[in-house]
């Protein structure tokens, strides 16, 4: 019998009209529209497509944004003095730096100045450590956010599962075992975060997972062998690989092979339409949330 498919795009769709009420609903309290602010450094075909949708969905929802782009010459002390700007814009609830950023210059400098009331992306080590102790105001990064949403609304709940996350990336795989592991509502989870150090052992790690969260960012890394009957797959990776069937000459897949897996496991997403909607749907909820905070304070 064939996994459950669980429709990220269905998900993603209901809490982005969700999000476009309650901008509404925020904008007749205070007159205010939530505000984000991207910035696209060269012309990264990848990086330029996420802003537009990124735009977009923000115009959807009745956002005001904007995206400044820059040569790939911009100096590094030259987009620091943009952010220093835009920190200090009132009017401006929420700053994204598209990445990735040319080699000249820092990323982590560029990513810990931003504002950490204004870094929804949830990057800077501010809304990273109080993700980690779980408490305070922050912001999560929008993948693992989504996956979290994404679990609540399919009611799966996590708590006291085991949980094994391969990748130990700062944007997925440490964040959501770190939500996970906390001890909240849809967590509580027993986290594993295993990953390459793994080595051969990597197979007995995944088969004892209750729920699979893929994020390596390898083609069809999880195979059916690696998962246990019954599990739950959460598959993060968006890998583009050849195809001469499609007009661009390639397609999108994800870390775990679906087709097989499909057979093994009880629920899983696929790619696309799975976790990358949720992903944007948190930049709003994330930008949204923003505005709220400042407003307040």
């Not at 999560?140 to 009611?155: D, N």
């Not at 499909?262 to 948190?282: C, D, L, R, Y």
Request: proline fraction near 6%; charged fraction near 20%.
């Amino acid at each position: 019998m064939s996994a459950r498919i669980i429709d990220g795009k269905r998900i993603a769709e209901e809490v982005r009209a969700e999000i476009k009420e309650q901008a509404a609903a925020f904008f007749a309290r205070t007159g205010i529209r939530p505000r984000i602010v991207f910035l696209l450094v060269g012309e990264n075909p990848a990086s330029m497509v996420y802003v537009r949708n990124k735009g977009k969905s923000s115009e959807e929802a009745g956002f005001s944004h904007e995206t400044l782009t820059f040569p790939t010459t911009i100096t590094e002390s030259e987009l620091l003095d943009v952010i220093a700007k835009l920190n200090a814009d009132k009017a401006t609830h929420a700053l994204l730096c598209q990445l990735p950023l040319p080699k000249h210059i820092n990323e982590d400098r560029i990513l810990e100045a931003i504002a950490p009331e204004k870094d929804i992306d949830g990057f800077h080590p501010m809304n990273v450590g109080r993700l980690l102790i779980g408490r305070g105001e922050y912001f999560a990064p929008c993948t693992p956010a989504g996956i979290m949403v994404m679990l609540e609304r399919e009611k799966i709940n996590a708590s006291g599962k085991h949980v094994v996350v391969v990748g130990r990336s700062n944007i997925v795989g440490k964040p959501i075992a770190a939500l996970l592991a906390q001890k909240a509502p849809n967590a509580n989870a027993v986290v594993t975060l295993a990953h390459t150090g793994a080595g051969k052992r990597l197979t007995e790690f995944t088969r004892s997972a209750d729920i699979l969260i893929a994020a390596m960012g390898v083609p069809h890394a999880i195979t059916a062998d690696m998962v246990s009957p019954g599990a739950i797959v959460i598959d993060v990776g968006m890998n583009s690989i050849p195809d001469a069937t499609k007009k661009s000459g390639s397609r999108l897949t994800g870390d775990v092979d679906f087709d097989a897996v499909k057979e093994v496991a009880s629920a899983i997403t696929p790619v696309p339409g799975g976790v990358g909607p949720m992903t944007i749907a948190m930049v709003l909820r994330n930008t949204l949330t923003a505005a709220e905070r400042q407003v307040r304070s």
